[in-house]
């Protein structure tokens, strides 16, 4: 094996660490008329029902687990639910339907979304007091939990969103207006929710954890205000030429007179998995492999192709510098930002492959890449609206790159990076993983014989 299977390894062990399934059924279970969820017992003594809801990319793996989880509560107790999905996540599952709430590789909302969200705030509608509901929340979940604000068209929401994420907004910013859009974010559903025992499961895919910007809150009551998501559109849109005019009317009309944010209850969140459980599981297996681990963090933001310029220094270095028989491996957990040059040509890529083109074009030189590999990948399997999770590259193929005559910067300058790596057998293919804990990069400086 190569230092290129090498860094394949690293970076499937990282995202094998956060299996949703997996982490669900580590941090519940049940005993009897008492369910532990993480540190917490739940008397199921007067419980007569057990409602599971929720959406994200890792919500079928995340069904599965507590289903799994749920086979010793009592017969007497109903377990239903409904969770949101992408259409190639959606299995038959027993009990807990898993709605197919849009296309795969299509990170937008849909009215099939729209109808299986309604169909959610049904059910915690009519729960009883006594009643259990269980939120599963994960990463992808702004986009498969779409309830548009009265006035505001989901056509509406998708045009801003469009609007936000081709000027490089960072999911912060993209989650507040969603969240202030929208009748299930901002802890829309925890207000909805007639049960007095509200409890997230949540597998965080934003930098810092952050409880209301994970899939915009649906059980965290917001602190942002509408006012805060119009100072955002100001700074992207300030002319108010491409977010549409109801989008500004509705957040004005909400700044004079905000919603009822009461709620029956606070509701527990236990954030059962996140980039940091990855970066640390990837780290085990390089020193596993004999590699000495160089760790950037879970924090990496910025603009992509930035990042690869970056980290393709920092393993230049590395490699000028380390005795000859040492290896290295350099990881970077995080989620950077890519800025659309254009939206009127069709190009297609995602912000993990512009991190490695970004790289190459740096150095298009083969001899740069001398002993060295950088991946990088969304953990979700899916990066922007492609089938790839990300791409990779090492001295081999930017040497193929340049039997082909390929031109890594005219790629790089209409963020066309899928059609690019494909040329040179370098996207990184993993289907749906069924989590999703944002980007993880990795790194490899071989030994100086390799």
Known sequence: MGIRDDALAIWQAGVAAVDSGTLVQENVTCGGTVLRICDTDISLAAVKRI??????????????????????????????????????????????????ARPAGVNEPTIDGVRGTRDILRRVGRLQPDDLCIVLISGGGSALL??????????????????LAAAGAPIQDLNIVRSQLSMI?????????????????????VIGDPLDIIASGPTIPSKRTAADALAILQRYDPDRTRVPPAVFSGLERNAV???????????????????????????????????????????????????????????????NTQAGNTQTCLLAGGE???????????????????????AITHAVDASVWKNIVLLSGGTDGEDGPTDAAGALADA????????????????????????????????????????????????IVGQAAD
């Open 146 to 163: 779409p309830a548009p604000l009265s006035g505001v068209s989901l056509d509406d929401k998708v045009t801003v969103t469009r609007v």
């Open 336 to 358: 950077t930002t890519v800025a659309l040059v254009t939206t009127d040509i069709d190009c297609r890529g995602g912000r993990n492959q512009e991190v490695v083109l970004g």
């Open 396 to 443: 081999a193929l930017v040497a193929d790159m340049n039997r082909q005559n390929l031109s890594p910067a005219s790629f790089l300058r209409i963020n066309n990076s899928y059609p690019f790596f494909q040329q040179l057998n370098g996207l990184l293919h993993t289907g749906p993983t069924h989590t999703n804990v944002m980007d993880l990069a990795v790194g």
């Open 257 to 319: 007179q905000p919603p009822a944010i009461a709620a029956p209850c606070s509701g527990v969140h236990h954030i059962i998995g996140s980039n940091g459980v990855a970066l640390s599981a990837a780290e085990a297996e390089a020193n596993r492999r004999g590699y000495q681990v160089v760790s950037l963090g879970s924090e990496n933001s910025g603009e992509a192709r930035k990042h690869g310029v970056d980290l393709l220094t920092q393993l230049t270095k590395i490699r």
């Open 51 to 100: 409602e599971v809801v929720g959406g994200g990319k890792a919500g079928a793996g995340m069904t599965r687990g507590l289903l799994a989880a749920l086979e010793q509560v009592p017969e007497s107790i109903t377990v239903d639910g409904w969770v949101n999905v992408p259409e190639d996540c959606a299995q038959r599952t027993p009990r807990i339907h898993l709605h197919a």
């Open 185 to 205: 974010k901002g802890g829309g559903l925890l207000r909805q929710c007639r049960s007095n025992r509200v409890v997230s499961l949540i597998i965080s895919d």
